[in-house]
Every structure is written in C-alpha cells, then in structure tokens.
C-alpha cells in the first residue's frame, strides 16, 4: 500500500455502534493510542463485530462514549460542570484502555482556577401527604432555602414579602416557609418565583433529588430538593 492509500485508509469515515449509539470518526482518531484497545481493534489484532448495517458494534455505553471520542480527537478531556457520572467514564476508560484518560480522570483539574470559587444554594420542599384521602391531600408543606450567600437571603426576605405571613423561621444561612392543607398550592407558586429568582442572580441547576418516606401509618412525606451553584471570585483578606 502506498503512502497515499494509506493516507486516504487514515482519514476515510467509520461509523461506530456503540451499545445503540451512532458515530462517525475517522481511522487515524480511533488509532490515536496505538496501545488502547481501539488501537488494537483497528489495527486488525483481533476480531470486530459487525451490527446489521455493516457499522463496527461495541457493547458499551453509548452516551458516554461521546466524551472517549472527543478525548481521542483533542487529547484533552473536557466535561459539563453538572457531570455526575465521572466513576462510570473511569470504568469507560479503563475498558478502552486509553491511558492519558485513565491518568485525566484519576487527577482531574479543578472546575475553576485558583481565584474562583463556588458558591450553594440548597431549595427543599418537605410536603406530608394524608395516604387515605381520595384525591390525596397535603397536610402540610415547608419550604426552606439554605445557603451562605448573606444577600441572597436578604433578597429573599426583601422581594417576597407576599408570603411573609407564612415565614416560620429565619437563621443566618436559613429561611424557612411552611403551608397548611388549605394553601399547599401557594408554595408550588411561591417555589418556582424563588427557583426564577435564584437563577437570575447567576445561578444555575447543579442535581435535583427526589426521597420517598413513611413516617407514620397515615402519611406519607415526600422531599424534593435542588442544588444551585454559580461561581464567584475570592476576596483577599
């Protein structure tokens, strides 16, 4: 073969099924590690396995194979800052065996430089559900922002004084609202003009988080809660 067959075997399309998931590169990207398992597979030291179209089929995980492929195109390993699944694309890697992102994954940077740091908020609605009434009905609802951000809370306290009748509690990194059974849908109001509020002070969602329990024979408590972060600069003492 010559150099420009080669050239041209290197740089021609292959279509990639991975656990359902589709993707096109090319020879060169997937061989960029000679040593790794795709380097190996394409390299002919051992057999492939064809779906019914003829694409090269893998059984893995095909979401997150996406970042296996941007990693074996630029060498660098980038990641959404709400990523949560870091211990599945380590075992991803380690199946790969692609060893630069074995060592990116097992000593990652920091999601921000040195002078920027993150700051929290914690939104939980607590809702007590009666588990006979037909339709179900909510016995009592309490709403709580949690956070160390002072003028966020200030905020708070200052542009929702329509709910200040509910207020129960206020602490320094705390404000709480509680709803009986007659106004329960006051706190879904209230909740999405505070997650609008928060989110137009610079936050944005990092996880939400939905629990189940039974506390008594008659209720049932359901808790919902959201995490927000923004960054923000480090002041110097």
């Known amino acids: 073969m010559d150099n420009g067959d080669w050239g041209h075997r290197m740089t021609t399309p292959v279509t990639l099924n991975v656990g359902g998931h589709l993707y096109t ?22 057999p492939t396995t064809r779906d ?3 694409n090269y089929f893998i059984d893995r995980d095909g979401t997150l194979f996406r970042y296996i492929l941007n990693f074996l195109r630029t060498s660098e390993l980038t990641l959404p800052l709400d990523f949560t699944e870091t211990d599945l694309l380590r075992k991803e890697a380690d199946f790969y065996q692609i060893e630069p ?6 000593d990652p940077k920091p999601l921000y430089p040195p002078d920027i740091f993150e700051q929290v908020v914690e939104l939980s609605s607590t809702r007590k559900l009666s588990k006979y009434s037909n339709p179900v009905a909510v016995i009592i609802t309490q709403l709580t922002i949690t ?5 966020l809370l200030e ?9 200040n009748k509910h207020m129960m509690d ?3 990194c705390q404000v709480s609202f509680t709803f009986g059974p007659c106004d329960y849908h006051q706190e879904v109001s209230l909740r999405v003009h505070l997650m ?4 137009k002070q610079g936050f944005t ?3 939400t988080r939905v629990h189940h329990m039974s506390e008594r024979a008659n209720e049932n408590t359901v808790e919902h809660h959201w995490t927000f972060c923004r960054p923000a600069h480090k002041v110097e003492d």
């Open 196 to 199: 609008d509020y928060i989110m």
């Open 155 to 163: 905020g708070i306290s200052n542009n929702f004084t329509k709910w």
């Open 205 to 207: 969602i990092r996880n």
């Open 52 to 54: 019914s179209q003829g």
């Open 101 to 106: 992102l074995i060592q990116c994954l097992n």
């Open 147 to 151: 956070t160390k951000v002072h003028a």
């Open 25 to 46: 590169t090319s020879l060169s990207t997937l061989q960029r590690y000679p040593d790794s398992m795709l380097g190996a597979m394409f390299r002919g030291d051992f």
């Open 170 to 172: 206020t602490r320094d």
